[in-house]
């Protein structure tokens, strides 16, 4: 079966660290993009990066540039979500997804979620 | 930023048609996309490409475009249609943006 399975997320608090896992099931990570997209509590869907495996390329929303970044694991079925000096704004519910095949934008495999509370 | 506009709140009585409009500045030349998400649920493509079905969603709903607007459309609305609709597409500096979302209550 096709599936993410997502783990990591808590509190945290304001200038400290989190990393998020996002693991691929039924496909291997380097044929795909896979996108972070964050949900705070009541609102509405934010992208918030995307990597691409085969370009090595990651685009983002301006507000956590130089704070979030990615990396993978050799077996290429996992990758992380690094986030560092997290702010009160950055808390929320955290969706990793598959970018499909035909238009990466295309959202086709959702994780499950994991949430991450920025607070003292 | 690009932003797409969404109405916040669509109500459709069981087995009328829902529609939702999805607004942005030269959204005409962009790929639009559509998910659904139920309460404590992921969300779930539901159209990608302005009008293209992935094949596990039912036939009632289906996407359009003319201008800078499109629309979901769901027809023979079912309360399990019940649930927040968010349209999608990309800007010029490949940032994917998400409309601001309607919630859709099936009366």
């Known amino acids: 079966e096709v599936q993410l399975v997502q783990s990591g997320g808590g509190l945290v608090q304001p200038g400290r660290s989190l990393r998020l896992s996002c693991t691929a099931s039924g496909f291997t990570l380097d044929d795909c993009v896979i996108h972070w997209v964050r949900q705070a509590p009541g609102k509405g869907l934010e992208w918030v990066l995307n990597?691409?495996?085969?370009?090595?390329?990651?685009d983002s929303v301006d507000s956590v540039k130089g704070r979030f970044t990615i990396s993978r694991d050799n077996s290429r079925k996992s990758m992380y979500l690094q986030m560092n000096r997290l702010r009160p704004e950055d808390t929320a519910l955290y969706y990793c997804?598959?970018?499909?095949?035909?238009?990466?934008?295309?959202?086709?495999?959702w994780g499950q979620g994991t949430t991450v509370t920025v607070s003292s | 930023s690009y932003e797409l506009t969404q109405p916040p709140s669509v109500s459709v009585s069981p087995g009328q048609t829902a529609s939702i409009t999805c607004s942005g500045d030269?959204?005409?030349?962009?790929?639009v996309s559509w998910y659904q998400q139920k309460p404590g649920q992921s969300p779930v493509l539901v159209i990608y490409?302005?009008?293209n079905r992935p094949s596990q969603i039912p036939e009632r709903f289906s996407g359009s475009k003319s201008g800078n607007t499109a629309t979901l459309t769901i027809r023979g609305t079912q309360a399990m249609d019940e649930a927040d609709y968010y349209c999608?597409?990309?800007?010029?500096?490949?940032?994917?943006?998400f409309g601001t979302g309607t919630k859709v209550t099936v009366l």
């Open positions: 999608q597409t990309w800007d010029s500096n490949s940032a994917c943006v």
């Open positions: 990597f691409n495996w085969k370009r090595g390329t990651l």
């Open positions: 997804a598959r970018g499909s095949s035909s238009n990466y934008f295309d959202m086709d495999v």
């Open positions: 030269k959204l005409g030349p962009r790929y």
């Open positions: 490409q302005d009008t």
